[in-house]
């Protein structure tokens, strides 16, 4: 808009509605839209700290008419000033600049919000249209090796009441992909073991059936017979129970992967990357990508083709038969002992 406009847009009753009461619009609309609560925390996440830091600037509560881009980059410098996991429940802050990926959920939190503002006309124009989003870093995925897998799931024994949830933990997330909000929200209802799939619903709340292995079954099936505690209320439905019998928290789950890293030794070792290693052994295995697109719940194939990519890599690792000159007629020594 031009200062002219500006200046007609600051007059009306719109502009004069506080920051704060159009993120509680906000959250009522997608709401009513039946998106996951996950969804919707994700958004508060990150869009509570952005008002909360202009309303310090001001000195005063904000309104609609103060949403701009200059307001929104001095919030995002504070960030990156910050350093990482300021506010993490579990790992120590940081003086290292928070990642890219960390801050680009500002930006697609921020603009998603700015276009709700402008469909619903409490804005005249989409304010951060024109904001740019930040380059994310490309990182190769690199899923466990097998002697990480095994690491893993030989540190647990399905024998003991104490280590036959986590280790049948592990081993479901292994074996089907699942993310951490499905895991949590993972049914006893939908685990069929007996025909060796589960049925969960993922992001955009759509449904889809995975299968797992006999070993999976075994371990899932002692995990039920065995060792899965008395449910605290009737009404808990949640596969995976803490040892009170109420469903596992995201608090717990956080806390099972700090102790498997450091019991193992696999300090890389995060939900995230069992949901990789997934996805690159089951294209080792040669299951088609559209095949794999649905199991993961993705809702791009280009998303799931990075697997196919990340197993040749892990492929050619191994065999070491990609370097040409293994294949001259040259002669090296090597060396002894």
């Known amino acids: ?26 959250e009522a609309a997608y709401r009513a839209r039946n998106l996951s609560p996950h969804t919707i925390a994700w958004y508060k996440q990150r ?6 830091n202009l309303q310090g600037r001001l000195e005063r509560e904000p309104t609609l008419a103060d949403l701009d881009i200059g307001g929104f980059r001095f919030f995002i410098l504070e960030k990156q000033s910050e350093g990482k996991y300021r506010d993490h429940r579990f790992k120590r802050p940081s003086e290292e600049p928070p990642s890219a990926g960390h801050i680009h959920g500002f930006y697609r939190a921020v603009r998603g919000f700015s276009s709700w503002l402008f ?13 740019k989003m930040p380059k994310l870093e490309e990182k190769e995925l690199q899923p466990l090796t097998t002697a990480e897998e095994l690491k893993l799931l030989n540190a647990y024994s399905e024998l003991k009441p104490g280590e036959c949830r ?12 699942l993310r951490r909000a499905e895991i949590l929200r993972l049914k006893a209802a939908a685990v069929n073991i007996d025909e060796g799939f589960i049925t969960v619903w993922g992001k955009g709340k759509k449904q889809r059936s995975i299968p797992f292995g006999h070993k999976v079954g075994w371990v899932l099936q002692r995990y039920t017979l ?7 209320t009737p009404n808990v439905g949640e596969f995976f129970l803490n040892r009170d019998g109420y469903p596992m928290t995201v608090a717990s789950f956080e806390m099972t992967f700090k102790r498997a890293a450091k019991k193992t030794g696999i300090a ?8 990789h290693t997934y996805g690159t052994r089951s294209s080792e295995l040669g299951i088609p990508t559209l095949t794999l697109q649905r199991f993961m719940g ?16 892990e492929r050619l690792k191994r065999e070491r038969s990609y370097d040409h000159l293994d294949g ?10």
Do not use: C
């Open 119 to 131: 469909d619903e006309g409490l804005v005249p124009v989409n304010i951060m249209a024109s904001l």
């Open 268 to 275: 890389r070792l995060h939900p995230h990357l069992l949901r």
């Open 1 to 26: 808009m031009n200062n002219t406009a500006t200046s007609l847009w600051e007059r009306q009753p719109q502009a004069r509605i506080s920051l704060w009461k159009a993120l509680e619009f906000f």
């Open 298 to 313: 993705h809702s791009q194939p280009s998303v799931t083709e990075r697997y196919s990519h990340v197993a040749t890599n």
């Open 328 to 337: 001259l007629d040259l002669r090296v020594r090597r060396p002894r002992g």
């Open 226 to 232: 065995l060792h899965r505690p008395e449910l605290a």
């Open 47 to 52: 869009l509570t700290p952005f008002v909360s």
């Open 166 to 177: 986590d280790k049948a933990l592990f081993m479901l997330m292994l074996s089907t992909g």
